[in-house]
């Protein structure tokens, strides 16, 4: 079984280290500790051979390693955690980054935050997110926007009857561990710092597009088609942006690496007519891709298709 489903014995291996990390909570340095003496004997019985009693002992390891790092990412922080603010109950000036896309709700907006640093008497690096509530709905703000706003942040409130759902639980595990109450958008400051430089021409590019979308198209297909290929939603009408999200097609208002595909065929079409050399025409589709890559702001799945994408320009 091991020869024939080698991925399913590591699979079966990370998720128990995630059950036992999640349910046990042994200290993360044992883990740490285990993986590293394990994988070190591991690596010393290579030479001797026995390769099922090597795979056994780089199996445990990774075992060990899923427990480690499941227990540093929701139960054991550093001191820089914002864990460790939230019980305070006080007041602080929040600057962070809007890490995901915006929930509507019938009466509240509710924005994830990942925090950069907090003020108040003093001024520290903070890590760890924190869950925005706003009083209406908007999608005035989108992934990947710097922001700042003054609010108390809440600690997660946990569960009171067995058997109900764990709210706090359910938020933490999403990597939030405050929340913030805020009555209206208009207490979010948006941080235009970034507008030197190459972002800040990337925002210039953007703004082009955007604005060339409103000249040509209707208000709501020229807030869609910004949506759809450059990730672009602050325009969407509410209703909308609900409607995809009851839908379940909310994705494809974000840029990912479907569209990375569709720039790579538009410009190989467009170049196509041309007596173009193989070489040639790679690095233009390259160059292609890299700047629509930073036109959607670095998005994880924009990144890794424009990296597999440019592996195979560069392979043919």
């Known amino acids: 079984m091991l020869r024939k489903y080698p991925s399913l014995y590591l699979l079966l291996l990370v998720v128990a280290g995630i059950i036992v990390a999640d349910q046990i909570r042994p200290p993360a340095w044992l883990f740490l500790l285990t993986c590293l003496v394990l994988l070190t004997f591991g690596i010393a019985l290579m030479e001797r051979g026995g390769v099922r009693t090597v795979l056994l002992i780089f199996g445990i390891s990774l075992f060990c390693f899923a427990g480690y790092h499941f227990s540093i990412k929701f139960y054991e922080f550093g001191p820089q955690h914002i864990s460790r603010y939230v019980s305070e109950k006080k007041t602080f000036q929040v600057f962070g980054k809007v890490a995901d896309w915006p929930d509507l709700k019938a009466n ?54 067995p058997g109900s759902f764990d709210y706090a639980r359910y938020l933490q595990l999403r990597g939030i561990f405050g929340i913030v109450y805020l009555p209206t958008l208009l207490d979010v400051r948006e941080d235009k710092s970034r507008r030197f430089g190459l972002i800040g021409l990337v925002d210039r590019i953007r703004a082009e597009l955007v604005g060339s979308f409103k000249r040509n198209l209707s208000p709501v297909s020229a807030a869609l088609a910004s949506g759809i290929l450059i990730g672009e939603t602050r325009d969407i009408p509410g209703e909308i942006y609900e409607r995809f999200r009851d839908s379940g097609t909310l994705h494809l208002l974000a840029v990912s690496g479907s569209n990375v595909s569709l720039i790579v065929l538009f410009v190989f079409l467009v170049l196509r007519p041309f007596s173009i050399k193989r070489k040639q025409r790679a690095i233009i589709l390259i160059t292609c891709v890299f700047i629509f890559a930073l036109l959607s702001y670095g998005e994880p799945s924009v990144v890794r298709a424009s990296l597999m994408a440019a592996l195979v320009l560069l392979a043919t």
């Open 108 to 161: 509240r907006t509710e924005i994830k935050i990942a925090i950069d640093s907090l003020g108040r008497e003093f001024h520290a690096v903070v890590k760890g997110s924190i869950l925005l509530k706003i009083s209406d709905s908007s999608t005035a703000l989108q992934r990947g926007d710097r922001v700042e706003f003054q609010g108390t942040i809440y600690p997660l409130k946990s569960k009171s009857d």
